[in-house]
């Protein structure tokens, strides 16, 4: 019953009234160049890239049978995503957000 | 209606190419002409993409009008002259010249608007103004809202005065209007006493549109003020000035204060009615005194004030917000004997009750009651519905629910879908999760942003307490 607690109830409406936050998101931000092959544009924000990797997943149909929650990498996708032959779909925020790093102020 | 000469026509045609130019051949624009008008040459037909302006005037269908788009004062009158010196049969309708000083006034001030009307009268006899050529006038006066004073407002109304048409009740009513549309309340305070002591005070409905326009942006002692002095030039507060201002107390949480209103009200020799009443009882309900809410219920029934579909309404949603579903539900078949029958808001109401009591299923079985009585549940029904079966644990049936809502294509609202999220999340399909954020999007449920923050809020809580060595 713990971790009923720990729910991130408040969390998920600071994001969306937070400026910087969003921005975070939905800024346009120069590629890096593995991702720009497989974005096929130069230029996309987080969110984009995120939303292209998880309709990508469902278009090949990576995931795994037996468990939806796990996606088998293919070549493709591997390039992108550290090198991983599969990821849990829990982690593909954090996988996403190692290509769009913090700007330094 | 007049024929437009040549140089009209040039002039519109060259509209299409230059967009904005200075030249004043270019200052007009035609409107598209009505295709009913007998004369009107047909070459005209093939305007009608004409790029008109959408914030001039709307005026009457069958009067041509020329919208003006420089503040310019002798072009205005140049073009005035050529339409009237090159046109045979110019119409004797002032509705027609109302509506060229209507576009000229919506560029310019109103001094050069005053200007143009003299121009208008003196060098076309044929058309002589009405009160609403004045009315134009007195809205220009009024609409410009950094204007410290009412001089301006004084001067319209003087000219209207020395030209035969002394302000009447329409004239105040739109003036005040005007005035408070631009955020001139103190103003339109000043005005409306001026013309009460000049015997041209407001009828009911203009009082009532101030006061309902005061408190909302006014303070209360504002709005007191105002009633105390127009008692003077005895227009006092009817019922529906007293409702205006109960709900406008109500909306504020001060029940005290509408309690003294209606005892107020009592004392002026007004009988409380059905409006008043709902009001009040919507005030309880938004402070969730469900008690309250009853007694106001009662004494509706003492003093003989039959209740209507809102009272009821309004009954069951307090009642089920406070958390007396029970009372709630034998209302439901009170109402339904009285001959009210329930609507998708009853049904809401009490199922939303029922779900905050944790009876999800018997709110479930409530759906399937008004499907079948024929009332149509709307999107706020599925989402109260959505929103309890996740939070009592039933995402089978809420999983049911949503497919449900996914073909009829209803929006998720934020709470329902964060919850559905969350319970997917914790029954570890996160799969599930990613095919109601997909949803979420395209339905246009939530914005990008929103939908997917929240769910990666909910994957980074996932994380977080599989870290701390919880089953998810």
């Given at each position: 019953m713990k971790f009923l607690k720990m729910l991130p109830q408040r969390l998920k409406m600071a994001v969306v009234d937070n400026p910087k936050k969003v921005a975070e998101l939905i800024d346009l931000v120069n590629l890096p160049t593995m991702l720009r092959e497989f974005m096929g544009q130069s230029q996309s924000s987080q969110l984009n890239c995120f939303r292209r990797v998880w309709s990508y997943v469902k278009e090949n149909n990576l995931q795994d049978p037996s468990n939806k929650n796990v996606v088998n990498c293919d070549e493709k996708l591997k390039s992108i995503l550290l090198g991983k032959s599969k990821f849990e779909l829990t982690e593909l925020?954090?996988?996403?957000?190692?290509?769009?790093?913090?700007?330094?102020? | 209606m007049g024929k437009f000469p040549q140089a009209f026509r040039r002039a519109a045609a060259q509209s299409l190419l230059k967009t904005k130019t200075s030249s004043p051949s270019s200052a007009i624009q035609e409107q598209t002409p009505s295709p009913n008008l007998p004369y009107q040459p047909q070459k005209y037909s093939s305007s009608k993409n004409k790029p008109t302006k959408n914030n001039a005037p709307t005026t009457k269908p069958n009067a041509p009008s020329i919208i003006f788009d420089s503040p310019n004062l002798s072009d205005a009158k140049s073009i005035f002259n050529s339409l009237i010196s090159s046109s045979r049969n110019t119409p004797s309708d002032p509705s027609f010249y109302n509506s060229i000083l209507k576009s000229f006034s919506s560029v310019s001030s109103l001094q050069d608007s005053i200007l143009f009307l003299n121009h208008m009268i003196k060098t076309h006899p044929p058309f002589s103004p009405n009160?609403?050529?004045?009315?134009?006038?007195?809205?220009?006066?009024?609409?410009?809202?950094?204007?410290?004073?009412?001089?301006?407002?004084?001067?319209?109304?003087?000219?209207?005065?020395?030209?035969?048409f002394p302000p009447n009740e329409g004239s105040t009513d739109l003036a005040l209007r005007t005035l408070c549309s631009c955020g001139r309340e103190e103003q339109s305070i000043e005005l409306v006493k001026e013309l009460s002591e000049k015997n041209s005070p407001p009828d009911n409905y203009t009082y009532n549109f101030l006061v309902r326009h005061l408190v909302k942006n006014r303070s209360v002692s504002t709005v007191d003020c105002f009633l105390q002095?127009?008692?003077e030039f005895g227009i006092k507060p009817d019922l529906v000035t007293y409702t205006i201002m109960i709900d406008n107390v109500c909306n504020s949480k001060n029940l005290r204060e509408a309690t003294r209103l209606l005892g107020v009200l009592s004392e002026e020799g007004y009988k409380p009615d059905c409006y008043v009443y709902n009001t009040i009882m919507k005030g309880y309900c938004n402070l969730s005194h469900g008690s309250q809410v009853l007694e106001v219920y009662k004494k509706m029934q003492d003093?003989?004030?039959?209740?209507?579909?809102?009272?009821?309404?309004?009954l069951i949603f307090g009642l089920s917000k406070s958390g007396r579903v029970k009372e709630a539900k034998k209302y439901l078949q009170v109402m339904t004997e009285l001959g009210h029958f329930p609507d998708a808001i009853t049904y809401t109401s009490l199922m939303n009750g029922m779900c905050r009591e944790g009876d999800a299923l018997g709110a479930l079985a409530l759906l399937g009651e008004m499907e079948g009585k024929g009332c149509i549940p709307n999107s706020c029904t599925y989402n109260t519905l959505l929103h309890g079966l996740c939070k009592a644990r039933l995402l089978d049936k809420g999983v049911e629910l949503y497919e449900v809502m996914k073909k009829g294509d209803i929006k998720l609202e934020t709470g329902s879908y964060g919850t559905l999220l969350r319970a997917l999340c914790r029954n570890g399909k996160v799969a599930e999760a990613y095919e109601v954020f997909d949803y979420a999007i395209e339905s246009k449920s939530l914005t990008d942003v929103a939908a997917y923050s929240t769910l990666e809020s909910m994957l980074k809580w996932m994380r977080k307490a599989r870290e701390q060595g919880l089953k998810v």
């Open positions: 925020p954090v996988l996403i957000k190692l290509h769009f790093p913090k700007k330094p102020k | 009160r609403y050529t004045y009315h134009t006038l007195l809205v220009q006066s009024c609409s410009s809202p950094d204007e410290q004073d009412l001089s301006n407002v004084h001067n319209v109304l003087n000219l209207m005065a020395n030209s035969g002095d127009m008692k003093e003989g004030v039959k209740p209507d579909h809102y009272t009821y309404n309004t």
